[in-house]
């Protein structure tokens, strides 16, 4: 892993936004959050965190490393079940305080839940919220078929 | 705007991840993060937030109305420019705790900086990250053309 760079500075913000100093911010908790998107289909498939030493692996490794924030923990995502995310494209966005990766997702899906995405439900909109309300709690609508059983992976 | 309705509880996390309440996670800032894609292209556009009032409105109006951090209050993207985001889809992610919005972009694009999408810029992957830096700094390479002049709208 390569740690012979850094990353720019943030106090210029008109340089961030236009510039091409990699200046990424990392919150109040060292975190930067990452949408990770299916490159092929463009699906989105989860969103999740880095910090420092999670983009710098991910970029040396060219797999999706994040950081579990329930874990406290560096999260090499795959790493034990062999469906690891191999990352094809990076970007960061107007006020890097983003990242997004491109990715192809190796095995059934990238979901813990058994989904090829963690989007698997959708939210009604307009009048539909409170019309399908049950008990006044809006409803979801499932929208993706289950792409394998999570028992067997996790 | 219909208030007769309200989320469901966050207790139990099966039931969050299973279910069909919708439960969305607001955080201790009270905002959920969105991810916004362009529903024709699949391109990402931009990561904004939401708090509850944010989201009730954007379900309800069928645009998106985010919260904006730097302001400290509610923005209906576009509404000044016309360059609103036309809200076709919606869905939130297992845990509930990120919003994607599926929009038709009214406009030349969603970034304030001129761009279609804020991602406008590439972040090198492996070698290419040190090998490219300049002073030692990574280096974002521009993958976007300027889809308008910012100084036109804004």
């Known amino acids: 892993m390569s740690d012979t760079y850094t990353f720019g500075g943030r106090a210029d913000r008109k340089a961030v936004e236009t510039g091409n100093d990699f200046a990424p911010k990392f919150g109040a ?15 989105v498939l989860m969103v999740a965190y880095m910090n420092e030493r999670a983009l710098r692996e991910t970029l040396a490794r060219g797999e999706a490393v994040y950081y579990s924030r329930s ?49 698997y439900r959708e939210i009604p909109l307009g009048d539909a919220v409170a019309a399908t309300a049950r008990d006044g709690v809006a409803q979801l609508t499932p929208c993706e078929e289950r792409a394998y059983d999570p028992d067997d992976v996790y």
Chains 1, 2 share one sequence.
Do not use: M, N
């Open 29 to 43: 908790d060292g975190l930067i959050p990452v949408v990770t998107q299916d490159a092929a289909s463009g699906a």
């Open 71 to 119: 874990r406290d923990t560096l999260w090499h995502k795959g790493a034990t079940s062999g469906h690891v995310q191999k990352v094809l494209g990076a970007r960061t966005d107007c006020d890097q305080d983003v990242i997004l990766l491109k990715v192809e997702q190796v095995g059934p899906g990238c979901c813990h839940a058994g989904y090829a995405t963690c989007f």
